[in-house]
């Protein structure tokens, strides 16, 4: 009765010889459950980096819109006159524009925001209208490591002139 071997499936667990056909399952199996929830991880963090900025693009644009409707024809002295040609400025260069717009941040990097002001009516005479556009690109970690492009983003506020 030597010779005679029980089953896999019947050798008891504490038994030395049970866990050899399995050493490097475990192994793999750990390595893509790991892996899958990395990727969900670092899915779930772009997923959120890309709102905020999507969420900090609207909002330069209705701040931009708010500061240029009292920068009208009628704002001298108080205020500098902004248009009606116009401008489009990176917010990280020195112009008035720009340093207006810095507070309004959240700490992004601001060279990767471009503000466009627009005065549809052609003039900056109170009740006319302005347009501000904010374009940005954002690189999630997934697409730097799949070597897919970035993520276009804009956003447009129009109001009317006050002063």
Same mark, same amino acid.
């Given at each position: 009765m030597?010779?005679?071997?029980?089953?896999?499936?019947?050798?008891?667990?504490?038994?030395?010889?049970?866990?050899?056909?399995r050493r490097?399952?475990?192994?793999l199996?750990?390595a893509?459950?790991?892996?899958?929830?990395?990727?969900?991880?670092?899915?779930?963090f772009?997923? $959120?980096? @890309? =709102?905020?900025r999507? &969420?900090? !693009?609207?909002?330069?644009?209705?701040?931009?819109?708010?500061?240029?409707?009292? #920068?009208?024809?009628?704002?001298?002295?108080?205020?500098?006159?902004? $248009?009606? @040609? =116009?401008?489009?400025? &990176?917010? !990280?260069?020195?112009?008035?524009?720009?340093r207006?717009?810095?507070?309004?941040? #959240?700490?992004?990097?601001?060279s990767s925001?471009?503000?466009?002001?627009?005065?549809?009516?052609?003039?900056? &005479?109170?009740?006319s209208r302005?347009?501000?556009?904010?374009?940005?690109?954002?690189?999630p970690?997934?697409?730097q490591?799949?070597?897919?492009?970035?993520?276009?983003m804009?956003?447009?506020?129009?109001?009317?002139?006050?002063?």
């Open positions: 030597r010779n005679s071997r029980l089953p896999h499936s019947q050798i008891p667990a504490w038994h030395p010889g049970r866990g050899r056909c490097g399952a475990t192994t199996e750990t893509l459950v790991v892996g899958a929830w990395t990727m969900v991880f670092v899915g779930i772009d997923a $959120g980096v @890309t =709102t905020m999507g &969420n900090t !693009a609207a909002h330069l644009a209705r701040q931009a819109a708010r500061m240029t409707i009292v #920068r009208g024809s009628q704002a001298a002295p108080e205020l500098p006159v902004w $248009g009606p @040609t =116009t401008r489009t400025v &990176n917010l !990280a260069d020195t112009s008035e524009i720009a207006t717009m810095a507070p309004h941040l #959240r700490g992004l990097n601001a925001f471009t503000l466009k002001l627009e005065w549809p009516d052609g003039n900056n &005479n109170p009740d302005v347009r501000a556009t904010v374009t940005s690109a954002y690189q970690v997934i697409t490591l799949t070597g897919s492009g970035s993520i276009p804009q956003a447009q506020c129009t109001m009317s002139i006050v002063h």
